[in-house]
């Protein structure tokens, strides 16, 4: 008698669980979204429905909208209404758009009527599943953080607290890693995420084995002058200024230094020349828009002295066949600035800077390329 409680009960709250299934063409494969009942209606949440139909979307508080790309479609929603525009017309969906918390719900309705309406011929709705052309998904999945030195190299010291520029490098890093996770859903990849030696050759090479999309490398700056300060972020072109060069040379040396002399750099001067020039000419202009969106943040964000974007030579970001940044956090060589960089609150907020700048990038740059 008991079990057969416990079975109906089952029953019950099984039946209360609707989901709505999404069938790509293509790969056969299907995603089965749970259901929501808001206010007597059924929805389901962005949250499960963006990385299915790999729509990217962007969510604006203060006014309340939720934009929604689709197979390179824009759809603009606003929270408690029930219209939506699409290529300048409105539509009804009859059930508002609603938000708990921090995601979004759409009415099921926009699933098995909508979508199919506009994507007529690449999407088809038939009792509770939703068939689908495969999206195309050319949007940053995979960012690579490179915290720079490591190991045997400290990179630069600081003169008061003798704090070193390695452990500023992967605190940072990783406090970053844990927001773009956390808050964009990305994949994160370290080429460090301890105290060890890799090579700035390696530290490229792990980032174009793993199809990164996105790589960003993090250091902190050094000068004779202790009352050098700020942050700069640099993308890889000919250095234009001696300022420019100087830090060039500060975190090129780690090859002489610490990767065989003379002779390493000649290699990483001959070799890799031609190809790491090509890699990052294509780059160039993405380069520079993910560095002024990182710096723009970072200045904003944490108030130091901006130094602004810069191009430099760098080793590192050499052969990478992707958008790449080098961010100067500041100087470690300022005693002031020696206290903030290995303040933990300090570095949190670096962190949730460069996230945001990021954020911005990642955006736009996914809009162009997935229309
Ligand atoms: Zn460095």
Request: charged share 25%; with cysteine; aromatic share 10%.
């Given at each position: 008698m008991r079990k057969i409680l416990w079975w109906l009960i089952l029953v019950m709250i099984s039946s209360q669980l609707a989901a709505i299934s999404i069938e790509i063409k293509e790969e056969g494969l299907r995603y089965e979204i749970e259901e929501k009942e808001i206010d007597g209606i059924n929805y389901v949440s962005i949250r499960d429905l963006s990385p299915i139909l790999r729509c990217i979307n962007k969510q604006e508080r203060h006014d309340q909208r939720l934009y929604l790309h689709i197979y390179g479609e824009t759809f603009i929603f606003l929270e408690d209404s029930s219209y939506y525009s699409y290529k300048i017309e409105s539509y009804n969906m009859h059930y508002p758009l609603q938000r708990i918390a921090a995601d979004y719900y759409l009415p099921v309705v926009f699933l098995s009527e909508h979508i199919p309406l506009h994507f007529a011929g690449d999407a088809e709705y038939h009792i509770g599943t939703l068939q689908i052309k495969k999206p195309v998904d050319h949007s940053v999945q995979v960012i690579v953080l490179d915290p720079g030195h490591g190991g045997k190299d400290p990179g630069a010291v600081g003169k008061k607290l003798k704090a070193q520029e390695k452990d500023i490098n992967l605190a940072v890093a990783l406090k970053l890693k844990q927001l773009l996770e956390n808050e964009l859903g990305v994949k994160v990849l370290m080429?460090?995420?301890?105290d060890r030696f890799v090579s700035l050759g390696d530290r490229t090479r792990f980032a174009n084995e793993h199809k990164a999309d996105l790589f960003i490398s993090i250091h902190a700056n050094a000068s004779k002058s202790s009352s050098s300060c700020g942050a700069e972020t640099y993308y890889l072109a000919t250095a234009m200024t001696s300022d420019a060069r100087a830090v060039e040379a500060l975190e090129n040396q780690v090859v002489e230094l610490y990767e065989g002399g003379a002779s390493a750099r000649s290699k990483y001067d001959d070799l890799d020349f031609i190809l790491s020039d090509l890699s990052q000419t294509e780059h160039l202009e993405s380069s520079n828009d993910l560095a002024s969106n990182v710096q723009q943040n970072l200045i904003a964000g944490s108030k130091t002295y901006d130094r602004g974007v810069k191009q430099a030579n760098f080793y590192v970001l050499r052969g990478a066949f992707m958008p790449s940044v080098l961010i100067e956090l500041g100087f470690i060589s300022n005693p002031e600035e020696e206290r903030l960089l290995v303040n933990d609150e300090y570095q949190q907020r670096l962190a949730r800077t460069i996230f945001e700048g990021i954020k911005r990038f990642k955006y736009h740059y996914d809009r162009i390329r997935n229309t």
């Amino acid at each position: 008698m008991r079990k057969i409680l416990w079975w109906l009960i089952l029953v019950m709250i099984s039946s209360q669980l609707a989901a709505i299934s999404i069938e790509i063409k293509e790969e056969g494969l299907r995603y089965e979204i749970e259901e929501k009942e808001i206010d007597g209606i059924n929805y389901v949440s962005i949250r499960d429905l963006s990385p299915i139909l790999r729509c990217i979307n962007k969510q604006e508080r203060h006014d309340q909208r939720l934009y929604l790309h689709i197979y390179g479609e824009t759809f603009i929603f606003l929270e408690d209404s029930s219209y939506y525009s699409y290529k300048i017309e409105s539509y009804n969906m009859h059930y508002p758009l609603q938000r708990i918390a921090a995601d979004y719900y759409l009415p099921v309705v926009f699933l098995s009527e909508h979508i199919p309406l506009h994507f007529a011929g690449d999407a088809e709705y038939h009792i509770g599943t939703l068939q689908i052309k495969k999206p195309v998904d050319h949007s940053v999945q995979v960012i690579v953080l490179d915290p720079g030195h490591g190991g045997k190299d400290p990179g630069a010291v600081g003169k008061k607290l003798k704090a070193q520029e390695k452990d500023i490098n992967l605190a940072v890093a990783l406090k970053l890693k844990q927001l773009l996770e956390n808050e964009l859903g990305v994949k994160v990849l370290m080429t460090r995420s301890d105290d060890r030696f890799v090579s700035l050759g390696d530290r490229t090479r792990f980032a174009n084995e793993h199809k990164a999309d996105l790589f960003i490398s993090i250091h902190a700056n050094a000068s004779k002058s202790s009352s050098s300060c700020g942050a700069e972020t640099y993308y890889l072109a000919t250095a234009m200024t001696s300022d420019a060069r100087a830090v060039e040379a500060l975190e090129n040396q780690v090859v002489e230094l610490y990767e065989g002399g003379a002779s390493a750099r000649s290699k990483y001067d001959d070799l890799d020349f031609i190809l790491s020039d090509l890699s990052q000419t294509e780059h160039l202009e993405s380069s520079n828009d993910l560095a002024s969106n990182v710096q723009q943040n970072l200045i904003a964000g944490s108030k130091t002295y901006d130094r602004g974007v810069k191009q430099a030579n760098f080793y590192v970001l050499r052969g990478a066949f992707m958008p790449s940044v080098l961010i100067e956090l500041g100087f470690i060589s300022n005693p002031e600035e020696e206290r903030l960089l290995v303040n933990d609150e300090y570095q949190q907020r670096l962190a949730r800077t460069i996230f945001e700048g990021i954020k911005r990038f990642k955006y736009h740059y996914d809009r162009i390329r997935n229309t």
